[in-house]
């Protein structure tokens, strides 16, 4: 079964206004979680990084105060796409280091349309 | 800086085809590790196989192979009697050092298995 849950798996919204993600670990606590990104026909690029208790670190490029991230447990971590807009429709996955730390457990992905 | 390179873009077989996907990396680190993903159309992606840079025995799982060649920096993945149920977009990607890295994924096949 799925070691990780991410919700919503698709989402509509009105431009300006603000979509959270969630992505919970099932079977596992794990202190570093990744979210990617991956526009239509291309690859997944890494947003940000999170560690649980600290300040997630973005990549460059990445809004930090437009894609909020917070950590808030071992298992639990949430994606906040503030003020939406069409250029932000994409498909939102997370992911979670495995107690093998190398291996990622990554969520179904929730698919993001902003009209 | 890290690289991963799928230079086929699209791959297009019929059923019980042999196919093989091609991925190149690069990387300054000698230690790092090395995947495979797929992605259906449903998005979610799906592990396949890791491997790390110690390890250069190629592997088998069912009709799956996977050829590691550190002096070509290459990764390749060999599908035997391709399979409908194989069309997917698959992913090469790459992490570098120990525990929890970010993945830096190629630009994905996507192969696609004719009836």
């Known amino acids: 079964g799925a070691v990780v849950s991410q919700h919503p798996s698709w989402v509509i919204c009105k431009s300006g206004t603000s979509v959270k993600i969630e992505c919970r670990s099932l079977d596992f606590q794990a202190t570093t979680m990744f979210w990617y990104r991956q526009f239509p026909k291309q690859s997944l690029m890494l947003m940000a990084t999170?560690?649980?208790?600290?300040?997630?670190?973005?990549e460059q490029g990445v809004e930090k105060d437009k894609f909020l991230i917070n950590h808030a447990s071992l298992t639990l971590s949430t994606l906040t796409v503030t003020s939406a807009h069409p250029e932000d429709s994409s498909f939102y996955i997370c992911s979670w280091a495995g107690l093998a730390k190398n291996i990622q457990y990554f969520g179904a992905g929730t698919r993001l349309s902003v009209l | 800086a890290q690289k991963v390179t799928q230079a086929q873009t699209e791959i297009s077989v019929v059923e019980k085809e042999d196919v093989t996907l091609d991925c190149v990396y690069e990387t300054r680190d000698t230690t790092y590790y090395l995947f495979w993903y797929k992605q259906p159309p449903s998005g979610e992606l799906v592990f396949l196989i890791r491997?790390?840079?110690?390890?250069?025995q190629n592997e088998i799982s069912g009709r799956y192979s996977w050829n590691f060649q550190k002096s070509t920096s290459s990764f390749n993945f060999t599908i035997t009697a391709s399979q409908v149920v194989d069309s997917a977009v698959y992913f090469c990607?790459?992490?570098?050092?120990?525990?929890?890295?970010?993945?830096?994924f190629g630009q994905g096949t996507r192969l696609t298995i004719n009836p």
């Open positions: 990607a790459l992490s570098e050092g120990q525990g929890a890295q970010k993945l830096v």
């Open positions: 999170s560690n649980e208790g600290s300040k997630a670190t973005y």
């Open positions: 491997r790390n840079s110690f390890d250069e």
